[in-house]
Structures are given as C-alpha cells and as structure tokens.
C-alpha cells in the first residue's frame, strides 16, 4: 500500500518534470506566429467587407484554428492524458444543444415582435 | 468523569470527520492521477468558466437574433482615425494583438519556468502583465469611447438595437474582470518566481498553472472577437 502510493506520487509528479511541458521555444513562437497571421485573416475578412455565408464561414474556421493552437500548444492540452482532455472538452459540446433551443427562442420572439408591436421594442 | 470523555471527544470526533472527507475527496484522484493536482483544478475552474462565457454569448445571440431594431455595425462602431482617416475595427484589432502577445510571452514563461531559469520566468511573466493591462487600458478608452462619445449604456442605445448596450457592457466587462484578475495573479506569481519561491519547493507548476487561466482569458477573447465584433 505505502509502496503504491510512493509509486503513485512519483507518476504524478514525473511527467510534470521530466516529459512535462518540456519543448523547444520554436514550437511556441511558430504557434504564436499562427495565431498572429491568423488574427490578421479574421481583421481582412471585415475590412476587404466580406459578407454572407462567406464571411461567416471564414471568421468560424480562423477562430477555431485559433482556438485549437492556443488549447492544444499553449494549454499543453497536446500533452496531458486522455482522461483530462475529455473530461474538459467534451462537456463544452452539450452548449450546442443550448445554442439551437435559444435560436428557436429568439426566432420565436422576433416574430412575436414583428407581429404584435409592429416591429417596435 | 464520563461527562468529561465525552466533551473531550466530540471536538475530536468533528475533527476527525472533517479529516475523513478531506481523505476521501483528497483520495479521489484515479481519474486525474497522472495530473498534478492544481492544474486538474485549474482545468476544472476553466471548465465552468467556460460554461459562464457561453450563456452570456448565447444570451448574446438570441438578443441579436430576436432585436427588431438594427444592430450598430462594429465595424464602425470600433473604428479609430489613424492620420485622419476611419480605419474600422482597429483599436479591436490592436487589442487582438496586444492579448495574443501577452499568450505567447506568457508560453515561453512557462517554458524556462520548467527549465528552472528563474530571471527569464519572472521577466516574461512581468511582460506578460503589462500586455493585459495594455489591454484593460484600451477597454477603459473603448468603454468610455462608447458611453460618453455615443451615448451607450446598457439599456439605451442611439444607434439602434438597446440589446447591443447590454450584451456589450456584459460580455466584455466580465472578461475586462478576467483580465484584471489575471495581471493581478501573475504579478503576484511573478514576484514568487522572483524571489526563488519555486526554487526552493522545486516545483514551477505555480507558473503553469497561472499560465492556463492567461491563456484562457486569450482564448474567450478568440470567441467574443469571432462573434461579437466580426460577425
């Protein structure tokens, strides 16, 4: 038992030190070169006017990038066990469903007010 | 006699109780063993924090979506005159910058934290802070930008829908908050590192962990530029 614990800390603590986190400097300016392009992309989309589906598109798909860089690299979540990564990442997905009952609700809403108070409030 | 044992138990006994659920929630970590603990906390935090920042940009949507009134276009809301001329969206997109900076500097601290260079933590660290207040600095100029200049407040709005009043003032003054605290915990973890604090526990975590919630402050900021001031 004693021996398993002693065991079980040295696991804990060992890849926090020795594997843990432990990358070339490249890796994190390439990545922050990245996210600096990619910000800029997303600033184009607005001022080249970009509309419609287009625009939406681009600016989903540029944060998402973003979004991926900083999670995966800078959050070393790349690294981390897969236990970790799916006990942070797959509560976020159930938002969606959040997402589409309210898009429902507003459209309801809208309507309500276009109908009833002749577009007002 | 027996009066006494038992006033001098139950104290005892409280303690102990207090003990075993420390030992039992202390013991829960099979799942997250392999983790060092504050960074498992420091993930679960984020987790819920995460779940805050997406009701208030839902809450965002469905106000947008169901405004009968027309949304104010960002991009001319947010723009500034650089040599005379509007360029749209730029201060937003200086902010971008300034917080994706304050992310990489903050990386590389975390990276020579872990190599033990203690100087070089705590200078990046120190950099690190002075981009967010950067860009708290800005927020305070857009803020007082839109409340005095055009006349937004969170239940009134000039340029049209009032719903761009609240959903604006709320959704970045709650990371505004985020950032705040942020540069308010790296100075104080920076000045840890400073005077060799996690030389002598031998342990940079600390500097990791800080480094998570920075990124994260980063991260909601990936998402409200994406759907509040691009969209």
Not at chain 2, 164 to 172: K, L, P, Q, R
Request: with cysteine; glycine share 8%.
């Amino acid at each position: 038992m004693d021996h398993d614990t002693a065991t079980g800390q040295e696991a804990q603590t060992a890849p926090a030190h020795a594997e843990g986190q432990q990358h070339p400097l490249g890796l994190y300016l390439k990545v922050w070169g990245y996210l600096f392009v990619l910000s800029t992309l997303s600033y184009l989309v607005d001022y080249f006017h970009v509309q419609g589906i287009v625009r939406w598109t681009l600016i989903i798909v540029f944060m998402l990038l973003k979004a991926g860089l900083i999670v995966s690299i800078f959050m070393h979540m790349a690294w981390e066990r897969l236990s970790l990564i799916y006990a942070i990442l797959v509560p976020p997905l159930v938002l969606l469903v959040l997402v589409r009952i309210m898009l429902f609700e507003s459209d309801y809403t809208f309507w309500t007010r276009a109908i009833f108070f002749g577009g007002g409030g | 006699m027996d009066h006494v044992t038992t006033s001098q138990l139950e104290p005892r006994d409280a303690a102990q109780g207090i003990q075993s659920i420390a030992a039992d929630w202390s013991a829960d970590q099979e799942v997250f063993r392999h983790t060092h603990w504050g960074k498992a906390m420091m993930w679960i935090f984020l987790l819920s924090d995460t779940f805050i920042f997406s009701c208030f940009l839902t809450a965002y949507m469905t106000m947008r979506a169901s405004a009968s009134l027309p949304w104010p276009n960002t991009a001319e809301v947010f723009a500034l005159s650089i040599g005379g001329q509007p360029i749209p969206l730029i201060l937003i997109a200086i902010m971008t910058f300034v917080l994706i900076s304050s992310s990489g500097t903050m990386a590389l601290a975390v990276n020579y934290g872990y190599r033990g260079d203690r100087r070089k933590t705590a200078a990046l660290m120190f950099a690190t802070a002075l981009f967010g207040a950067t860009f708290v600095g800005m927020q305070a100029f857009e803020w007082t930008k839109l409340i005095v200049e055009e006349g937004v407040r969170p239940w009134a709005n000039p340029m049209g829908a009032p719903q761009f009043g609240a959903s604006f003032f709320m959704i970045t003054g709650f990371h505004g908050l985020h950032v705040t605290c942020g540069v308010i915990m790296l100075l104080i973890v920076a000045t840890l590192v400073l005077r060799g604090h996690y030389d002598r526990t031998g342990d940079y975590s600390a500097v990791e962990i800080a480094g998570l919630y920075w990124h994260f402050v980063d991260l909601v900021w990936v998402f409200i530029f994406a759907f509040f001031y691009l969209w």
